[in-house]
Nanobody
Framework: QAQLVESGGGLAQAGASLRLTCAAP????????MGWFRQAPGKGRRFVAA????????YYADSVKGRFTISKDDAKDTVYLQMNSLKLEDTAIYYC????????????????WGQGTQVTVSS
């Protein structure tokens, strides 16, 4: 594996849960913070959540705070986005991204991106 690969997207009903997975190249999580972004049809890519290299600091967009949780497992080179209480407006393509530094958040720059995984929420 030479890049970030997202998985776990799919169709879910409003109120349900999904967990997205981002598989990263070896050592990525020990050197970089990580983030999740999403892009809805006709809209730009927006910040969703991020986690610092230490795994202690996390950040969330107001629209998902209290519903989504970002986490990571350095030993497995994997980042997760647990999405609970899904809403129709959560429908988007979700992207995993690598921060340029050990920090990650809405103000950081990201230099590597996955191909995205589609999340569709229905009523």
């Amino acid at each position: 594996q030479a890049q970030l690969v997202e998985s776990g997207g799919g169709l879910a009903q409003a109120g349900a849960s999904l967990r997205l997975t981002c598989a990263a190249p070896a050592r990525t999580l020990s050197e970089h913070g990580m983030g999740w972004f999403r892009q809805a049809p006709g809209k730009g890519r927006r910040f969703v959540a991020a986690i610092g290299r230490s795994g202690i600091s996390t950040y969330y967009a107001d629209s998902v705070k209290g519903r989504f949780t970002i986490s990571k497992d350095d030993a497995k080179d994997t980042v997760y986005l647990q999405m609970n209480s899904l809403k129709l407006e959560d429908t988007a393509i979700y992207y995993c991204a690598r921060s340029k530094t050990i920090l990650a958040g809405p103000e950081q720059e990201y230099d590597e991106w996955g191909q995205g995984t589609q999340v569709t929420v229905s009523s």
